[in-house]
Nanobody
Framework: QVFVVESGGGLVQPGGSLRLSCAPSGSIVTIYSMGWYRQAPGKQRELVAIITSNSRTNYDDSVKGRFTISRDNAKNTVYLQMNSLKPDDTAVYYC???????????????WGQGTQVTVSS
């Protein structure tokens, strides 16, 4: 079983910055992709940014130029650097990790519990 733990959320003023971190734990053979999603009250969960095993990235248009996703392969950790934050970025941010589990050599698709990001003055 693979668990995903996020950290780094909090309250920040508009224009401020936060960095989220996420790391899976468990016996993992390889990670295919690591991504950040968010869900605001009354809205569906949406993709924010994703990074693949060969470091290809994709961003939602609303965060391009402000957010940067990166990964440390040695630590199996993904980061989301969020700059120029806006009130519309307020949401619960979830980390998703897809990969291959060594216990059964089966694919896994695991989610973290979420971390709250609030942008408000």
């Amino acid at each position: 079983q693979v668990f995903v733990v996020e950290s780094g959320g909090g309250l920040v003023q508009p224009g401020g910055s936060l960095r989220l971190s996420c790391a899976p734990s468990g016996s993992i053979v390889t990670i295919y992709s690591m991504g950040w999603y968010r869900q605001a009250p009354g809205k569906q969960r949406e993709l924010v940014a994703i990074i693949t095993s060969n470091s290809r990235t994709n961003y939602d248009d609303s965060v391009k130029g402000r957010f940067t996703i990166s990964r440390d392969n040695a630590k199996n950790t993904v980061y989301l650097q969020m700059n120029s934050l806006k009130p519309d970025d307020t949401a619960v941010y979830y980390c998703n990790v897809k990969g291959l589990y060594s216990g059964t050599y089966a694919n896994f698709d695991s989610w973290g519990q979420g971390t709250q990001v609030t942008v408000s003055s």
